[in-house]
DNA sequence: ATAAACTTTCAGAAAGTTTTGAAAGTTCGG
DNA sequence: CCGAACTTTCAAAACTTTCTGAAAGTTTAT
């Protein structure tokens, strides 16, 4: 297979992928290209890479630089911005994990604490049932999150280990 | 707060958290309320509770039905079908983990494979670039993946001794 | 065999999301 | 301060996904 072909077919999968992780498929094509692309790439060679239009690479790629898995990378004597992502895989999925710990964890942590507290007979099987569930999912996510929280802020060769003993 | 109240805010907290997680939201909410009702629930039950039609809550209960996360209840003398949702927290996301990883992480294995044969020179900076990505990534998903399989496959009691030693 | 009680399907409608592209904004050298 | 080179914004359009509800299908009792 071809180079060019190659790096297509992934971009494509890395697209899809993303879409059922609740990402946008084009968020996902531009951090697939520049994850394989040796060289920083402005926007104009984002926009023709991918056929996309220029509010849309800009729209994108902002969002990656705020999740923090894109840089800006300025050369000197040149007006253009240029693009690079962090390449360490690592790093990319701990970045990620991170960003979503923050923007959907954190939410459903404070909706669990609020609801909870709800009034009324614990002996009603409705209540019960209601406070039970609440419950055990509070304590699971809390277990999970300690371990992301964990892993989010160890190092590389940390979570290498840990999931080298998990595999045992 | 009100039971109902509290019902309603965990349906639709839960609705939101699983559309970032790529499951429809009518879907989460389906799950949601069969998670907390004390008894199972008709397809009548569930059209009144969540204000959603006939066709949309069968289709739901039918995904979730495929999924493993809720079952069908026949009462002896009853024509109509009762549906429960699995309860034990750590089953349900040990299932969810085993649906995605079929569905999402599968395919992305295949075309990593196929991808990575590229034809031509490795010393060429750009190919260097694709086949190392490529292959970084294929790495870690695949230690990922393993580290998850092993969870699905473990029993409650291993997966919390897991998560403990994890957290330290 | 029929009818009642249910469940499933599916085409079109509605809702939600993403993309475009032109216009507005910014920055910098001279 | 001007204009060129770029980046950002945003309303409208295109696309995608989800939902509705009526019709078709299935099952069971008699």
Redo the contacts with the bound molecule.
Sequence with gaps: MKLTESREKFINAWGTLG?SWGI???MAQVHALLLISADAL??EEIMEEL??????T???V?TLIDWGLVQKELRAG????YFVAEKDIYKVFKQIAKERRKRELEPIFKVLDEVKKVDGDKRDKNIKAFVDTIEQIERFTTKADRTLETLIKADENWLMGSFMKLMK
């Design positions: 879409t946008n498929r084009t402005t926007t056929n996309i239009s220029r509010g849309n800009n729209m994108n902002r040149e007006r253009k911005e």
